[in-house]
């Protein structure tokens, strides 16, 4: 049992702060409030956020230079190790890790947030996740065809997936070469009926306006870029109560910058939900809290991190679990130097993480609080 003392709590669905301590036992929340007994740590005015959730990264993204399979693998090691240290304690990978990562970090052989996996990306001939060379770790993610997107579907739910990735659309560099291969709406329905028979939900690529409004009409639960953002592909994302995760890092400072932060600003003033994601984890220049930056120009800080948090853990149907700060949520917890919600630069500010009720004290190491053994997270599909 250890008491976190003297911060400030933020509620992330309002926005707002109150001072309070918060009791951890064992991987749960176990009391918010004023003056609760136990060993407690002094948490000197800081600000007691939960743990950060981003919903699209790439922790073992396949390399286009012809490296060993395994140097992807091993890459992945830093990388989730960094990002739990920043104070990332879920993610959902979009593409490139499978199951064994998951298996290593139950085992406590590498540290790093929970992860929820997707395998690849699924897609007709010659769309995005037709890379024209096989990974033989992954399974097969092509289709033609309403039948061969359900057998797709389930080849990734065998392989362990979480999520169910498709591409609705062409990556950015495919709409500028006029290349724009589409899955049919037959396909599209088809693969995300097939998911929900298997207990899975569909995130979708899509940056154009057509592609969005596919994967939306489709019952894709969510949309990932949505770049190119039009009155129609907001309706639909309206109607059918899709999530917007906008990823604005990758094309921050590239000639759609101010499109794609204006189809937030759509999306914001629609009400459409909106979650972070980063979209290049592995990357040190690119990650949630660049995302998180960009965020609060439109949503403000208050609101990046609500994205990053409660809003996130709804998306993937975890908010049961953590997202907020709650007694018998998951002790998931992010103390920042500072009172403050400014999300400018909060690596700087990060001071302590706790994960599964353990404090992240070092790259490597966690301590346990004192009140018995602890269980290995498994995150819910």
């Known amino acids: 049992m250890t008491v976190l003392a003297g911060a400030l709590v933020l509620d992330p669905d309002s926005g ?24 407690r740590v002094d948490c000197g ?125 062409g990556a950015m560099a495919h709409l500028r070469e006029g290349r724009d291969v589409r899955p049919t709406d037959e ?3 088809a693969l995300v009926d097939e998911a929900r028979r298997c207990g899975r939900d569909v995130l979708a690529h899509a940056h154009t306006a057509a592609a969005i409004t596919a994967a939306a009409r489709a019952g894709a639960r969510s949309v990932e870029h949505g770049t190119f953002l039009d009155e129609n592909s907001v309706a639909a994302l309206k109607e059918t109560g899709c999530w917007y995760v906008p990823t604005l890092s990758p094309i921050s400072d590239g000639e759609f910058a101010e499109t794609h932060r204006r189809s937030l600003v759509m999306a914001r003033e629609a009400g459409i939900p909106i979650a972070a994601g980063s979209d290049l984890a592995p990357r040190p220049h690119v990650d949630l809290a660049t995302e998180l930056r960009l965020l609060a120009v439109v949503l403000g800080d208050a609101g990046a991190l609500k994205a990053a948090t409660s809003e996130a853990a709804r998306l993937l149907r975890l908010d049961h679990d953590r997202g907020r700060i709650e007694p018998g949520l998951r002790a998931d917890l992010v103390l920042l130097d500072g009172p403050t919600l400014d999300v400018a630069d909060l690596p700087a500010r990060v001071r302590a993480v706790w994960h ?23 995150p819910p599909r």
């Open 16 to 39: 707002e702060t109150r001072r309070a301590d918060v009791r951890i036992d064992g991987d749960r929340i176990a009391e918010v409030g004023l003056g609760l007994d136990g060993p």
């Open 187 to 189: 396909e599209l329905t």
């Open 356 to 378: 599964d009720g353990w404090e992240v004290t070092a790259p490597c190491a966690r301590t346990r609080p004192s009140s018995g053994p602890a269980t290995p997270a498994t």
């Open 45 to 169: 005015g800081g600000l007691l956020i939960p743990g950060l959730i981003d919903c699209h990264v790439h922790v073992a993204f396949p390399r286009p230079e012809p490296l060993p399979h395994n140097a992807r693998i091993l890459e992945a090691v830093p990388v989730l190790r960094g990002l739990l240290a920043r104070g990332v304690t879920t993610v959902r990978d979009a593409w490139g890790a499978d199951a064994g990562f998951q298996h290593a970090l139950r085992e406590g052989w590498i540290t790093g947030p929970d992860l929820l996996i997707s395998l690849r990306q699924l897609s007709p001939t010659g769309g995005l996740g037709d890379s024209g060379s096989a990974d033989p770790l992954l399974p097969d993610p092509l289709f033609d065809g309403p039948d061969a997107a359900r057998a797709a579907v389930r080849r990734m739910v065998r392989a362990g997936a979480d999520w169910i990735k498709v591409g609705a659309g």
